[in-house]
């Protein structure tokens, strides 16, 4: 798994590709705490992310929470079918804006 | 008959593990949807044998991944030698834990339930020193 946080106009943009398991989720935790420090506008782009397990989910709560204390916006995007199914089951989805591409992200991101 | 492979007891297995449980739901004919939810249960399980009964403990050992293609299912059994730990003995997120928002919800048990809620059936034992945690998933009529 490979994560890179590039800003954009106030706006932190997290990429990760690869799985997302007990092994790399520390390394996405750390990105995504770096970014939520970085930005209260906080795009997650899971395009190149074929698996999650809850490792996964564990650090979303986190993001989630930062940015809501924060007054902040998170945005995930390009999730896979068999990841927002889990998020789904999990009722996590219910908390995040979900788009198909970072460009629709952005435009969300820059209304607010 | 059984098939075996085994994994030593680190967080680095656990890409060759789904992997491995990929080719096998391959060969049993299991679908995309249901062959993800078996790689999610299997990893869950996984992690929690590999950072609490085995790093927690300080104990260095391998795991096995025992399986068995049929008609009607593909039954998978991951053993391991740690000590004896239930995965169904925890207490599970119920229904309005899961409606709960994200600020005030706790985030244990999440795996055990996504793994239970994945497969046919799961179901645990402790036999002869090991470990048992059982995956049943049923193979559709095509």
Redesign the interface.
């Known amino acids: 798994m490979k994560v890179t946080i590039t800003e954009q106009d106030e706006i932190a943009v997290v990429e990760v590709t690869g799985d997302i398991d007990s092994k790399t989720a520390p390394e996405f935790e750390r990105n995504a705490k770096l970014a939520t420090e970085k930005s209260q506008k906080i795009a997650i782009d899971l395009t190149n992310v074929e698996f999650m397990s809850s490792a996964g989910l564990r650090v979303l709560l986190m993001v989630f929470r930062n940015i809501k204390s924060q007054n902040g916006k998170v945005i995930l995007v390009g999730v896979s079918e068999d990841i927002q199914d889990v998020m789904s089951t999990t009722g996590f989805i219910n908390f995040f804006t979900i788009v198909g591409t970072l460009d629709e992200a952005l435009v969300i991101l820059k209304q607010d | 008959m059984m098939e075996s492979k085994s994994f030593p007891g680190n967080?680095?297995s656990?890409?060759s593990l789904?992997e491995y449980v990929g080719e096998l739901s391959q060969q049993a004919g299991l679908a995309?949807?249901p062959t993800?939810s078996l790689?999610?249960a299997v990893?869950?399980i996984a992690?929690n044998i590999?950072?609490y009964g085995y790093q927690e403990a300080g104990l260095n050992a391998d795991f096995a991944v025992l399986s068995e293609i049929t008609d009607k299912e593909l039954v998978l059994i991951l053993e391991d030698v740690a000590a004896p730990f239930d995965p169904l003995a925890k207490d599970l997120p119920n229904a309005k834990d899961?409606?709960?928002?994200?600020?005030e919800?706790g985030?244990g048990g999440?795996?055990i339930?996504?793994t239970i809620?994945g497969v046919d059936e799961f179901s645990y034992e402790y036999a002869d020193g090991k470990n048992r945690n059982k995956f049943v998933m049923k193979i559709a009529a095509t």
Do not use: A, H, P
């Open positions: 967080v680095d656990l890409d789904r995309k949807k993800y790689k999610l990893d869950e992690t590999i950072l899961l409606t709960l928002s994200l600020e919800r985030i999440l795996g339930f996504l809620n």
